[in-house]
Each structure stands twice: as structure tokens, then as C-alpha cells.
């Protein structure tokens, strides 16, 4: 399998940040992206076991995260 490339883009109405990534149909969110870096490690191996995806065992992912500030003039 590739690696993994997950975006995370942070959802200030509900204060958290988003995961998706269609491939392996992952969907999730997390109040900081330490703890969100935590459920990844724990859901990703699930869902590729779970979408027959084949792994050499090591699953590999990058996380991008995403957020809209902004700056006052």
C-alpha cells in the first residue's frame, strides 16, 4: 500500500479538527491534532484490514492540517 496522505482541516464552530480520506473511508475528528495523530494510528490499520487493502505490515502516513486565520491591518 502507498502512503498515506491524511488532511485534517480544523472546523471552528465545533472547535475540532477533521479527518477524511476516501480511499479507506476514513472519517473523524479530534479536539487537537496530537490526540488526532493518536486515533489515526489506531483507525488506519483497522480500515485497511477492514477495505482488503494490502500493507507490507508498516503503515505509513503523512498529516496536513488545514486552518483559515485571520490577521487584522
Known amino acids: ?4 496522505t491524511i488532511t485534517a482541516v480544523y472546523d471552528e464552530e465545533g472547535r475540532v479538527w ?5 480511499s479507506i473511508g ?3 475528528e479530534a ?5 488526532l ?5 489506531e483507525m488506519i490499520p483497522e480500515l485497511v484490514q477492514l ?3 494490502s500493507s507490507d505490515g508498516r503503515l505509513r502516513f503523512t498529516l496536513v492540517s488545514r ?3 485571520e490577521a487584522f491591518v
Not at 1 to 4: F, G, Q, S
Not at 37 to 41: A, D, I, S
Open 1 to 4: 500500500m502507498d502512503e498515506l
Open 18 to 22: 477533521v479527518a477524511i480520506e476516501d
Open 26 to 28: 476514513l472519517v473523524t
Open 31 to 35: 479536539e487537537s491534532l496530537e490526540v
Open 37 to 41: 495523530g493518536y486515533k489515526l494510528r
Open 51 to 53: 477495505n482488503q487493502r
Open 67 to 69: 486552518r483559515t486565520l
